[in-house]
């Protein structure tokens, strides 16, 4: 069973270019999270997706960034007009989140390998 | 507001020595808690949990985590460190949201097992 997939491992944008970020969740799971990762810090919470389904984005940026899982395909994390200060590492996790219906299981999220984006 | 804290930047231990990286979480309601580890240029990989049950929770590698609800904390101990487990350690908490299992994580220590 292949792990959380992230494409490209590295991104390289000029000031004002888009990044478009890519993961494939574990094979069985449904549930996407985005965190980003600056230079010396922590993680923090971006999005958490379901298939076709935004659950929570209160940590995306209000204006630049989106986030997408599409029924078909890897999940999108996009940035436009990208910034210097958007350099960073950008990990995904994908959770079974088994459980009772309407009732969060608190399984634990497997991360992928990150994409780093760096902005010239 | 929800956080968790993890006092040591940095934490060095002889090899063969016990080990202890501290963390102390702020939380309404019942926390879940975990514990990571992130390799250089690696992702983070799960080391274990606690949710509910026994306060001393059983993971990775040989780790272990005591949840003490009474001082919010959640240290991970390793009774006997081996050089391979130098790596960058994250806390982080869930809050106890039906909607939203999102994880709030520490900043992190480094541990640094020492020959």
């Known amino acids: 069973n292949a792990g959380v997939m992230q494409n490209p491992r590295h991104l390289v944008r000029r000031r004002g270019q888009e990044a478009r970020l890519r993961c494939s969740p574990m094979?069985?799971?449904?549930?996407v999270y985005w965190y980003r990762q600056l230079p010396e810090e922590g993680l923090k919470f971006m999005v958490y997706?379901?298939?076709?389904?935004?659950?929570?984005e209160s940590g995306m940026p209000k204006e630049r960034f989106s986030a997408e899982f599409p029924k078909e395909g890897p999940s999108i994390l996009r940035i436009q007009q990208v910034v210097r200060g958007d350099s960073a590492a950008y990990f995904c996790?994908?959770?079974?989140?088994?459980?009772?219906?309407?009732?969060?299981?608190?399984?634990?999220?497997?991360f992928g390998p990150g994409t780093r984006l760096t902005v010239l | 507001a929800q956080s968790v804290a993890q006092p040591e930047d940095q934490v060095n231990v002889a090899e063969g020595n016990p080990l202890t990286v501290k963390c102390t979480y702020s939380?309404?309601?019942?926390?879940?808690l975990f514990w990571y580890v992130q390799y250089p240029n690696r992702g983070l990989q799960f080391l274990l949990k606690?949710?509910?049950?026994?306060?001393l929770v059983k993971g990775s590698y040989g780790f272990e985590a005591e949840f003490n609800k009474s001082q919010t904390s959640f240290h991970l101990k390793k009774p006997s460190a081996l050089v391979s487990d130098s790596a960058l350690y994250f806390c982080?908490?869930?809050?106890?949201?039906?909607?939203?299992?999102?994880?709030?994580f520490g900043t992190g220590t480094r541990l640094q097992v020492f020959p």
């Open positions: 996790a994908s959770s079974p989140r088994l459980g009772l219906a309407g009732k969060v299981l608190h399984n634990e999220q497997f």
């Open positions: 094979k069985g799971h449904s549930h």
């Open positions: 997706l379901q298939k076709e389904n935004i659950i929570d």
């Open positions: 939380v309404s309601g019942n926390p879940y």
């Open positions: 606690y949710i509910t049950g026994d306060n």
């Open positions: 982080a908490v869930s809050p106890g949201s039906y909607n939203t299992d999102k994880l709030i």
